[in-house]
């Protein structure tokens, strides 16, 4: 056993480390997506509510002003000495984001997310309830990360990449496996994770655990990295900063914390729905509690539909429902140059071309694309919405088409699609969704642009 005064000591050195480390990785985040937070023409804005197209664009750059302000604050005021002033930082953070992603859904990045949830608890909450909760919400992301990977979508198709990309990372080509040695290889990840999970969870096998979730992640950067896939830099910048957060949580500081054999994990009375209530919580850590537990239990929706599937942490998951926008060979021309490129050629006897929006995203904002039907649909009106002004044939043969796919069957991976032809059919799509699917007014053009 340890003496309090030896925990709480261990408890406000994670706390430091942990603020540190959010606000180092979270300045570093922002820079490399700067273009993605500001007013801009590179790529489709999709509004969280359709209301908010009649504010101002400056709004942008106050709301990416304050969140880059605020990590410099938190980056060099990370000690309980500035509590306060951390207070002041977190919550316009939070504040900040919430206000950035209603004009843009694009922005509801995983990692922003994870960096907003998590400098409301590591500041508000008082040193040992902060450590607990927050450790209950990094397992909560390898937990629903692991099931939102468990279907055949997932082993099909984006676990095939990932077995190919790390092994490509090592120096061994896959190109002669046989397609189920690839399927078990890619099924193996979402069991990993899970495992993952559960031993974080145990005090017993933390340490295990710890190693393995390092290892999980290095495997990750060594498949997305430039060896492999070859994705953009900030995923390799967010594996990084799990990797330092997993140790600074359940690792080597940990090993001076209260036993812990006494409990199967630290989830206690302080943590509970009920402690909520208690007298001896201030409002702001009560309101904070509630939107912790929010987070970590609204993830399970996920599969209803009800909730979107980055914030529910389906990361790498496939299954979700997604649009394909096509548009007619001879339209290409009219497009925006930046986005020529990511036009692919007709099938045989076909005039369709796919335009890839996922390539068109990093590219330009260096972001993958939001996973949601609804943000997809939105950029594939934006893109509509060009070809039908610039070309002027409103009464000839259309020019774009959508193929809408539904989710994905679990076992089988199969999915409904309907086709769209027209951008009148694929206006009529937006009504389908409960948050807006319009995008903002686009053109595309580089007398608009502000980075041309």
């Known amino acids: 056993m340890h003496s309090p005064s030896l925990s709480g ?20 985040l922002l820079a490399t997506t700067w273009k993605l937070w500001i007013p801009q023409t590179l790529f489709p804005q ?135 040695s690839l399927n078990w ?54 594996n990084i900063y799990f990797i330092c957060q997993d140790v600074i949580l359940f690792g080597f500081l940990s090993k001076g914390a209260p036993s812990s054999s006494s409990s199967i994990s630290d989830v206690d009375r302080s943590l509970s729905l009920k402690a909520i209530s208690s007298k001896s919580v201030s409002g702001s850590e009560r309101a904070v509690m509630f939107i912790a537990w929010f987070a970590i239990l609204v993830p399970l929706l996920e599969p209803t539909g009800y909730f979107d599937h980055w914030p529910a942490w389906g990361l790498y998951a496939s299954h979700h429902d997604r649009v394909t926008l096509m548009i007619d060979e001879q339209a290409k021309t009219e497009l925006p140059r930046s986005l020529q490129p990511f036009v692919t050629s007709p099938q045989p006897l076909s005039r369709w071309c796919r335009v890839r929006a996922d390539h068109w995203s990093l590219a330009e904002l260096g972001v993958p694309i939001y996973p949601q039907a609804r943000f997809q649909l939105g950029v594939a009106i934006a893109v509509g919405r060009i070809l039908e002004s610039d070309t002027g044939k409103g009464g000839e043969q259309p020019q774009v088409k959508l193929l809408f796919e539904g989710t994905a069957h679990r076992f089988s991976g199969k999915r409904k ?33 502000l980075f041309r």
């Open 185 to 238: 290889v890619a099924a193996s990840f979402p069991v990993a994770e899970f495992l993952i999970a559960l031993g974080l969870f145990i005090p017993r096998t933390r340490r295990w655990a710890l190693w393995a979730a390092v290892s999980m992640h290095v495997c990750l950067m060594l498949a997305v990295g430039p060896f492999g896939l070859n994705h953009h830099g900030g995923v390799l910048i967010w």
């Open 9 to 28: 000591e261990i408890h406000h050195k994670q706390l430091r480390l942990l603020k540190f480390n959010l606000g180092f990785f979270s300045l570093i």
């Open 417 to 449: 699609i309907s086709e769209h032809i027209g951008l009148t059919q694929i206006e009529l799509l937006t009504a389908r969704f409960w948050f807006n699917a319009e995008p903002r007014p686009f053109t595309g053009t580089e007398e608009t642009n």
């Open 46 to 180: 999709v509004p969280l509510f359709s209301w908010v197209m009649i504010f101002p664009v400056w709004v942008d750059w106050l709301t990416f002003l304050v969140m880059t302000a605020t990590s410099v604050c938190m980056l060099i005021g990370y000690r309980e000495t500035w509590r306060k002033w951390q207070r002041v930082c977190g919550g316009l953070f939070f504040s900040a984001f919430l206000i950035s992603i209603t004009f843009d859904q694009h922005r509801i990045q995983p990692w922003v997310y994870q960096f907003a949830l998590g400098f409301l608890m590591l500041i508000f909450l008082n040193p040992p309830r902060a450590i607990r909760f927050f450790r209950l919400f990094v397992i909560s992301i390898y937990l629903y990360s692991a099931l939102s990977k468990c279907d055949a979508s997932f082993v099909q198709t984006q676990g095939r990449e990932l077995v190919q990309g790390l092994f490509s990372g090592i120096g061994i080509s896959t190109k002669y496996w046989s397609d189920q």
